[in-house]
């Protein structure tokens, strides 16, 4: 169904990542999870990203480096930011260029309305190699 | 009997009569006692008399009964002087031995005299009994000299005493005696010396029986005017002998009258020293004269302070009351002095006064002890409240971290539950979903146990204590516990947590809550010294030998001055923003550990990082 659609989820919390995996995987997107920005960098070297979930506090590299990393290999990946409570981050974040960001813990309907909106509104996306 | 013999008879009684009444009316009183001296001359002289006022009685018997009463007739006028002194209180002439010379020389001499033949020589039958005759020699004469001169005198010491009195009594006392004894004094005079000295025997010789006049107005005086019942000198000695406090009784004119035996034991005088002189003799001058015109008008003084002056001119404090004494009719007869020896006072009120310094010292010493105790308690509650805040403000800064911490298991849960309610919705649920929801609800459990966890050791690190009471426990789980709670803040900062527990590590007695505040502390130093990430290593092992466990907490942040590690465990001393830190942390931590006999040490390098090392006295081991 939306197995063309590729998602990436940045967060250093198993349960995230397992939760992501099993609802988005259920609704036939293809999931990539991985625990930290430096994972995620090579990653989002190797294939594009439509979205990418980033979590704002995680060790080695927060999100805002993160999203830095991914913006400059990536610039049309659609970048959400999750945290887990209201921080000067998060506000950075959409600053920098994120779409928007989503506050733990979240219902699984605003995960899947936010795929579908930046679906809906990238007609053509591109692939960096 | 013939009547003139029954009236000296009936006299006689009378008098004896007298003479009991007198002396049981006040036998102590000097004044009764010489009354009844008085008159019991009169009692040997009528006595006397009947035997010669009958003819039956020999010449010789009457000789022999005139020789014996010959001692009343003689003495009469002495007793006669010696009672009006006393009773016109002439103390100083009563005072000297001389007056008893005078007074009574006479009447033994008289007596001898009498005896020996140169007064009464003769007798002479009459029809009524004997007749006498007095002899030619010149005895007789100044017998009559002598008994005349102290009658008169006696008479004008009552005369004199009654016009100088001011009292209506002792006045109405004197005219009686006055009258009554000048009436005797010439009645008898006439019947015994002149009708005898004139050779007229036909009139018995009568003056021991018409001295009843005289002696009947003194007895009339002691039962109608009181003289001899009452009197301030005997109620002085009966009552107030005993009294432990000096009294002295004095008469309006500042004479002494009487004095207890406690002013003798402390004057050193003789009783008859002082009788009779001014009370200001043994009053150290002062002010009496004004405190005297005081009490004439307030009747009573009390407090005033003078001087006593003993008989070796030692000055004795005291404290005198003093007060009119009056009789029935409302006349001052004296004045009641009560002295209070100071000295005695003195020394009890220093004692009192001692005591009471000491029992102030006491109360002072109970109160300050009280005192003590109330802040001690205080200082506990005060303690207990700062390490409750500092915890507090310890978990204020976790706030961020927990939440994280919470939120991402609490995700999970939501996220789960949801995602399983949207697969009942579907229609068909296979086999496989159902695997799926059982591995979901295994994720939510998981979840839900982790959020448990965390809040209990939230909890379980804010809560006050209820008892600080030492409990053997796992330094290692402590430590676990709290790195679980704050483990998340140090994971956000990028800063590596590695534990070294030694698996032998001895367990420590202590308030696991209270220490693990105290690792708390120690990690959020070290997080926020350590901003752009870095390594934090906590290790816990015996120390050798010591039974002591220590617990090192080593970071790579920024270190602390030299200077600051001065201050490191003072309340209130931070170096961090004022809404980052209140500066309690480390002086509670410090507090906390001395509390467990233990002891925390801080080493640092300035750039390199800094090593808290927490040393604790080790059970079991």
Known sequence: MHADIHILVVDDEEVMRRLFTDILQDQGYN????????????????????????????????????????????????????DSFPDVLSEEAEKQGAVTCIHKPFNIKEVTEVIEKTIAGKKHPKVKE | MSLLALLHFLSFFIYLYMFWF?????????????????????????????????????????????????????????????????????EKILKKKITYVWLFLPAILFTYKQWTGFLIVDFISQPYGWSYTWSKSIWHLLFYAYYSL??????????????????????KQAKIMVTTSLIALNLGSLSNVLLQELNIHRVPALADVLSLIWLGGIVYAITRYGLM??????AAENILATMDDSLILIDPDSRIIT????????????????????????????????????????????????????????????SLFMSL????????????????????????????????????????ERRRATELERLNQDLKEAQAQLVQSAKMAAVGQLGAGVAHELNNPLGGILGYAQFMLEKLKKPEFSPEDFQSCAKYIESIERESNRCKGIVENLLKFSRRPISAKHEPLDIGEALQETLS????????????????????????????????????????????????????????????????????????????????????????????????????GLSVSYQIIQEHKGNIEIKSQPGKGTTVIVILPAINK
């Open chain 1, 31 to 82: 999931v990539t999870v991985v625990c930290n920005g430096e994972e995620a960098q090579g990653k989002i070297k190797d294939k594009f990203f439509d979205v990418a979930f980033i979590d704002v506090h995680m060790p080695v590299m927060n999100g805002i480096q993160t999203l830095h990393v991914i913006r400059k290999i990536s610039p049309d990946t659609a970048i959400v930011m999750m």
């Open chain 2, 22 to 90: 007198v002396l049981y009316k006040n036998p102590k009183a000097l004044l009764n006692r010489v009354c009844a001296m008085l008159i019991f001359c009169f009692v040997i002289w009528t006595f006397g008399a009947i035997f010669i006022s009958e003819v039956i009685y020999s010449k010789n018997t009457a000789r022999l009964a005139m020789n014996l009463y010959s001692i009343g007739w003689c003495s009469f006028a002495a007793f006669s002087v010696w009672f009006d002194l006393v009773f016109a209180k002439k």
């Open chain 2, 150 to 171: 102290y009658m008169l005198y006696a008479v004008y010491l009552v005369f004199d005493f009654g016009r100088k009195t001011k009292r209506l009594r002792e006045k």
């Open chain 2, 229 to 234: 019942t009452i009197s301030p000198e005997t």
């Open chain 2, 259 to 318: 004095v207890n035996q406690a002013t003798l034991d402390l004057l050193g005088y003789k009783k008859q020293e002082l009788i009779g002189s001014s009370v200001t003799t043994i009053l150290s001058d002062g002010d009496y004269a004004e405190r005297l015109k005081e009490l004439m008008q307030k009747g009573t003084i009390r407090d005033y302070n003078t001087f006593y002056r003993t008989s070796s001119k030692e000055k004795i404090p005291i």
């Open chain 2, 325 to 364: 004494l009056k009789d029935k009719a409302g006349e001052l007869a004296g004045i009641v002095c009560i002295a209070r020896d100071m000295r005695e006072i003195r020394r009890l009120l220093q004692k009192e006064k001692e005591l009471a310094v000491t029992a102030a010292a006491a109360e002072v």
């Open chain 2, 485 to 584: 709670i704050i483990g998340h803040q140090l994971k956000l900062k990028d800063i590596a947590v590695s534990t070294d527990i030694k698996p032998d590590l001895a367990k420590v007695a202590g308030v696991t809550n209270q220490l693990q505040q105290v690792f708390a502390n120690i990690i959020l130093n070290a997080q926020q010294a350590t901003p752009e990430g870095g390594q934090l290593k906590i290790t816990a092992k015996n120390i050798a030998d010591t039974h002591k466990v220590e617990i090192d907490f080593v970071d790579s942040g920024c270190g602390i001055s030299e200077e600051n590690l001065l201050h490191i465990f003072e309340p209130f001393f931070t170096t961090k923003q004022k809404d980052k830190g209140t500066g309690l």
